[in-house]
């Protein structure tokens, strides 16, 4: 079992930045790939970025890419995903979710999810 916790979301003005943080516990992760998902108002959940533990390969969606990073601190067993420039399409709720083995960028893959952080950005 893969526990996560995600923290960071919060109001931000467009053009802002936020840092969300997933804080995993229960497995050592080198053999998971850790993704980013959101999901706005009336939406489906949609991919956002991913990244594979024991590489730091990462993956983004094209309407993410350049303004948003993540990365993973394997001491603290987190990670992150930082968002610049924030437009208020970005608004959702975004989770942290964990699977073993690569990235993938449908919801149905990841067996491990957090409790999500909502984000809000205003206009």
């Known amino acids: 079992q893969v526990q996560l916790v995600e923290s960071g979301g919060g109001l931000v003005q467009a053009g802002g930045s936020l840092r969300l943080s997933c804080a995993a516990s229960?497995?050592?992760?080198?053999?998971?790939?850790m993704g980013w998902f959101r999901q706005g108002p009336g939406k489906e959940r949609e991919f956002v970025a991913a990244?594979?533990?024991?590489?730091?390969?990462?993956g983004y969606t094209d309407s993410v890419k350049g303004r948003f990073t993540i990365s993973r601190d394997n001491a603290k067993n987190t990670v992150y995903l930082q968002m610049n420039s924030l437009k208020p399409e970005d608004t959702a709720v975004y989770y942290c979710a964990a699977r073993v083995g690569s990235i993938m960028v449908t919801t149905t893959r990841y067996g491990y999810w957090g409790q999500g952080t909502q984000v809000t950005v205003s206009s």
């Open positions: 990244i594979r533990w024991s590489s730091g390969t990462t």
């Open positions: 229960g497995r050592t992760l080198t053999n998971y790939a």
